[in-house]
């Protein structure tokens, strides 16, 4: 219940938001280009200490991550808790493995297709859940996402409840090559860089704007004269889209799809990869889902019970670190999150 | 014959939709007072189902083991809602949905941990072991009945306690303005603990009437708290009334979907394309019909007139 004029200096003016998103300098722009490098090497690294499991592990992270980042842009920035984001995830790979499965091999043509799909997707579940907000929103999501789940487990031609195996990765020209374990993870890195950077401009765009200040105040926002819903519908759609992506990764990841891509536990895993690195950041969901996958790659190496203490974690990461691990560099001038 | 089974249906949807209502209950009191959206609710009708199968194997005896098993789910809610989540009121959505899903995680694994990975199974008590015809000439198992009687009783006593009793009067007090109704001298926490305490017994209660019937396992309290979602945005958020009524509508949408839609399907559709959508089709029923529901009353069927 602010005055009209009382919120216009504060700090969750899109504004604000746009001198902190703009510029990334100091400890935190080192440790980013100290990471990125250190991302970069992973494949040399892993090759010299004769490990090639590493290179297919920090795969995994960059695919999560991807996914992680496409829910930042409408968690962090959007304010749109949705808890059914796995369901995008598992649309993507299912795209690439039925296309596979009927002699469509072109990852040219399957990746498009899986964004595609993953978009209408995204649409129809926005159109549905955006006319609502605060709980309704966070139910309704997990609520379609579990529907994808139980139709993924119902439909017997692409497997049921097995899930299937996906007749071959995908094909591209040239030397890209994904049978090729480093060639796929630098695809991968590539994508991600790629979508970070999409990213950054596309929030500090009128579009990325108008979608940030919906979330500081919808009602003025409103007042000014912009469509929210329209605005909200479209971000939510373009995360589906992305997060598609990352699904049509993660099929030529495993190479084998379940209807488990798009269980709920799998949202709640990308949303504590989003909280866990900081929200509204962009970068801070990679170091999430890093920060994530590696915990549970040791924890279950010394117990299959380790989610007795990423339960746990989880909450003490809620508790007491909300701003995530970004948070706690220093210059942390960050978006309005 | 049709009609018995379509009655007989009817019924098994009625009891679904009791078990339905007992977890909603207590998650949309949870949500009314404490405006906390507790994931975990489900987790608390795996304990409750969980204690319960294994005192009855214990002791032979369902009654001693109700006896026990719904105190206990109790006081497992009140101890989570006092070490854990009494911290979250005042946070956002976001924080609770993400906490409460660590809960989920802690609580899954402890399970597997105690009881191991396999499910457990029990069967019906003798003594409800056969049938009543509750309709003259249609027979129906004695302990499915049994369950929509409990469950419509503790609808009633719900609906006594909350508009009659003078704690009743605290909870709606609390719920319409916590911060008024502790300027005025009511013990909110105690208050919230003693809520959140009546939830996890509803949902213990729920979990030991579903122990004989659907398979005991880690992780079943998800299953049944996403329909559980599914009933209270139709019913709406906060509401007692809303959360029956759209307990009954979920459950019966959702049994009679599953037994007659393929059949219906394939008297329009070929055999094979039936039995490929039918199941597909009935599985998704429940969330098409939220999503109508929810195109034209974005509130839910009873919007609560707080929060």
Redesign the interface.
């Known amino acids: 219940m602010r005055r009209p004029l009382a919120g216009a200096g504060q700090d969750t003016s899109p504004l604000a938001g746009r001198r902190a998103v703009g510029v990334q300098v100091g400890v935190r722009g080192l440790v980013l280009t100290v990471g990125l490098a250190g991302l970069a090497l992973v494949p040399p690294i892993a090759a010299w200490v004769g490990e090639p499991f590493y290179v297919d592990l920090f795969r995994r992270v960059l695919i999560f991550a991807l996914a992680a980042v496409s829910l930042d842009f409408i968690?962090g920035y959007g304010g749109m808790?949705s808890?059914g984001h796995a369901a995008y995830l598992g649309v993507g790979a299912y795209v690439v493995g039925i296309l596979a499965l009927h002699g469509v091999q072109s990852g040219f043509v399957q990746w498009p297709a899986a964004m595609l799909v993953s978009l209408l997707v995204a649409l129809a579940i926005g159109a549905?859940s955006l006319?609502?907000s605060?709980?309704?929103f966070?139910?309704?999501t997990?609520?379609?996402a579990?529907?994808l789940y139980?139709?993924g487990?119902?439909?017997?031609?692409y497997g049921g409840d097995d899930g299937m195996r996906l007749v071959a990765r995908s094909r591209f020209a040239g030397p890209i090559d994904l049978d090729d374990p480093s060639v796929f993870y630098y695809v991968v890195l590539g994508i991600l860089v790629l979508a970070l950077a999409l990213g950054r401009r596309l929030l500090n765009s009128r579009f990325g704007m108008v979608v940030r200040a919906a979330r500081s105040n919808e009602r003025r926002t409103e007042a000014i004269g912009f469509p929210t819903f329209r605005y909200k519908l479209t971000a939510f759609a373009l995360a589906g889209a992305l997060c598609g992506l990352a699904g049509a990764l993660l099929a030529n990841q495993t190479e084998y799809l379940t209807p488990g891509f798009t269980h709920?536990?799998r949202s709640?895993e990308i949303?504590?990869m989003v909280?866990l690195g900081g929200m509204g950041t962009l970068v801070g969901p990679v170091l999430g889902a890093l920060v994530l996958l590696l915990l549970e790659d040791v924890l279950s190496g010394y117990t299959e019970?380790?989610?007795?203490v990423?339960?746990?974690?989880?909450?003490l990461i809620?508790?007491f670190a909300?701003r995530g691990l970004l948070g706690l560099l220093p210059e942390g001038r960050r978006g309005d999150a | 014959m049709t009609a018995y089974l379509v009655l007989e249906q009817c019924l098994n949807g009625l009891q679904l939709g009791v078990m339905l209502f007992l977890m909603a209950a207590g998650l949309t009191l949870v949500?009314g007072i404490m405006n906390l959206?507790n994931l975990a609710h489900g987790s608390l009708y795996m304990v409750g189902a969980y204690l319960a199968t294994s005192l009855f194997q214990w002791t032979g005896s369902f009654l001693l083991a109700a006896l026990l098993a719904v105190p206990a789910t109790l006081l497992v809610g009140m101890a989570v809602e006092i070490v854990?989540l009494r911290?979250?009121y005042e946070?956002d959505?976001?924080?609770q949905?993400?906490?409460t899903?660590?809960?989920?995680?802690?609580?899954?694994?402890?399970v597997?941990?105690v009881w191991g990975r396999s499910a457990l199974y029990t069967s019906v008590p003798v003594a409800l072991a056969g049938h009543v015809e509750i309709v003259p000439g249609a027979p129906y198992p004695a302990y499915r009945a049994l369950i929509i009687a409990i469950g419509l009783v503790v609808a009633l006593l719900l609906y006594l306690l909350v508009s009659r009793t003078r704690v009743g009067m605290l909870i709606r007090a609390g719920a319409s303005n916590r911060t008024m109704a502790s300027a005025l001298g009511v013990n909110i926490r105690l208050l919230c603990t003693l809520v959140f305490g009546l939830g996890a017994a509803l949902a213990g209660l729920a979990g030991l009437l579903a122990g004989p019937l659907y398979t005991v396992q880690p992780g079943m309290g998800?299953q049944i708290l996403?329909q559980v979602?599914?009933v209270?945005?139709i019913g709406g958020?906060g509401s007692i009334r809303g959360a029956l009524v759209g307990a009954v509508v979920v459950g019966t949408v959702d049994t009679l979907g599953r037994a007659f839609l393929r059949p219906m399907l394939s008297t329009v559709l070929s055999p094979s394309a039936a039995d490929?959508a039918g199941?597909?089709l009935?599985?998704?029923l429940i969330?098409?019909l939220?999503?109508t529901v929810?195109?034209f009353r974005?509130?839910?069927l009873f919007p609560a007139r707080t929060g």
Do not use: C
């Not at chain 1, 019970?305 to 007795?308: E, P």
């Not at chain 1, 990423?310 to 909450?315: D, I, N, Q």
């Not at chain 2, 899903?101 to 402890?110: D, K, M, P, S, V």
């Open positions: 968690l808790v808890f549905v006319r609502t605060g709980v309704y966070i139910m309704i997990l609520a379609f579990q529907m139980y139709l487990i119902s439909i017997e031609e709920w536990t709640g949303m504590f909280i019970h380790w989610q007795i990423l339960g746990p974690f989880l909450v809620v508790l909300k | 949500f959206v854990a911290t979250l946070r959505h976001l924080d949905v993400l906490a899903f660590g809960l989920i995680l802690f609580f899954n694994e402890l597997a941990i998800d996403i979602f599914v209270i945005v958020i490929s199941p597909a009935a599985s998704m969330y098409v939220m999503a929810l195109f974005p509130q839910g």
